[in-house]
């Protein structure tokens, strides 16, 4: 069973800096998609970041540019989300999504089947 679990979420004021993990379990597949998407209250699930879990391609909303990394470890199954300069706009609920059947530079949800519980992430202005 493939599991995602996220964590590093939490508050912090604007401007500053958080990472998210997402550790990877369960299937052997060597390269494969990963991406991050948010939801805030009341709002649609947005794509963040994207990449291959080899680290080699990436891909980001324009909103987050310049601002957030995604970064992976594939030893560790592991992708991370660097977030800078947060904005209280960039509160939200962050989920780690897998697409094993590998990388494309997509953030359409309906592109990955599978997903953590998501990790909260409170910017106060």
């Known amino acids: 069973e493939v599991q995602l679990v996220e964590s590093g979420g939490g508050l912090v004021q604007a401007g500053g800096s958080l990472r998210l993990s997402c550790v990877a379990s369960?299937?052997?597949?060597?390269?494969?998609?990963i991406a991050w998407f948010r939801q805030a209250p009341g709002k649609e699930r947005e794509g963040v970041a994207c990449?291959?879990?080899?680290?080699?391609?990436?891909y980001y909303a324009d909103s987050v540019k310049g601002r957030f990394t995604i970064s992976s470890d594939n030893a560790k199954n592991t992708v991370y989300l660097q977030m800078n300069n947060l904005k209280p706009e960039d509160t939200a609920v962050y989920y780690c999504?897998?697409?094993?059947?590998?990388?494309?530079?997509?953030?359409?949800?309906?592109?990955?089947?599978?997903w953590g519980q998501g990790t909260q992430v409170t910017v106060s202005s």
């Open positions: 999504a897998a697409d094993l059947t590998g990388w494309y530079p997509i953030l359409d949800a309906t592109q990955y089947p599978h």
């Open positions: 990449a291959s879990s080899s680290g080699g391609f990436t």
């Open positions: 369960g299937f052997t597949t060597a390269d494969y998609g």
